[in-house]
């Protein structure tokens, strides 16, 4: 393959991945937004004992699950890995999770990002949000003219 073949290859794929890119960032924004409208009052602490589901919302906040309807919103500041982590941990004293003295835990060998807000989510309002987002207006197309004829 000539030289310029390959960079022809290399740029269609940079294009291809940057286009590509642009969906998955309206869903994260979509995504935050949903959860910060169905999160509360911020509050000290949470009680946590289990780990029922996780998802990061960008580089600054992680939502935690301690059941399936239950949940928290966690700021964390910046937080490099945590979009990457494939597991993750929290710290916690007696059962609950503080703000300013906790940490989310992304991997061994990568620092702690401290907890700096904590609010509960309403996870039925989240759900309605949700299926808010997933209605489509659907209209029938209009009938394709008729092929002309020509002699």
């Not at 509360?40 to 992680?62: C, I, K, M, T």
């Not at 300013?100 to 949000?129: H, M, Q, T, W």
Request: aromatic share 10%; hydrophobic share 40%.
């Amino acid at each position: 393959m000539s030289r310029k073949a390959r960079w022809m290859v290399v740029a269609l794929a940079a294009t291809l991945g940057a286009c590509s890119s642009v969906p998955n960032a309206q869903r994260e924004a979509q995504r935050q937004a949903a959860y910060e409208a169905a999160a509360g009052a911020p509050v000290r602490s949470f009680h946590f004992y289990n780990l029922y589901s996780w998802e990061p919302l960008g580089d600054s906040q992680v939502v935690i699950y301690t059941q399936a309807n239950r949940a928290w919103l966690l700021d964390v500041g910046q937080c490099q890995y945590l979009g990457f982590a494939n597991t993750i941990g929290l710290t916690s004293f007696s059962g609950d999770v503080s703000v300013n003295f906790d940490k989310v835990l992304v991997g061994r060998g990568y620092p702690p990002c401290f907890i700096s807000k904590i609010r509960p989510v309403d996870v039925a309002r989240l759900k309605l949000e949700q299926q808010a987002q997933r209605k489509i207006d659907a209209e029938p197309r209009e009938p394709a003219p008729a092929p002309a004829t020509s002699r």
